[in-house]
């Protein structure tokens, strides 16, 4: 079992900035993915960000060049600095990690832009 907190989120005038963390724990196997997933209203949840425990990163075409993710392997920890958001961008965020085929979410938190 692996629990994913996460925190960070909240409202932010429209071209702001949040960070969101989530902290890992419990069974952590080396080579798993950490990412961030959003779901906005009325839509799919959909990967933003994702890296790998080597540090390799790939991002929606929506937040390449405004969201960053970053990881803390020592830690269990990943981070996403989000930075000129949009009201688009309101959604909840959901942490999440995956290693072969196992994969586990946190409870989400909530990120609103307004305009």
């Known amino acids: 079992q692996v629990q994913l907190v996460e925190s960070g989120g909240g409202l932010v005038h429209s071209g702001g900035s949040l960070r969101l963390s989530c902290a890992a724990s419990?069974?952590?196997?080396?080579?798993?993915?950490m990412g961030w997933y959003r779901q906005g209203p009325g839509k799919q949840r959909e990967l933003i960000a994702a890296?790998?425990?080597?540090?390799?990163?790939n991002y929606a075409d929506s937040v390449k060049g405004r969201f960053t993710i970053s990881r803390d392997n020592a830690k269990n920890t990943v981070t996403l600095e989000m930075n000129s958001l949009e009201p688009e961008d309101t959604a909840v965020y959901y942490c999440?990690?995956?290693?072969?085929?196992?994969?586990?979410w946190g409870q989400g938190t909530q990120v609103t832009v307004s305009s």
């Open positions: 419990g069974s952590i196997f080396s080579g798993n993915t």
């Open positions: 890296i790998t425990s080597g540090g390799s990163t």
């Open positions: 999440n990690y995956r290693w072969t085929i196992i994969t586990y």
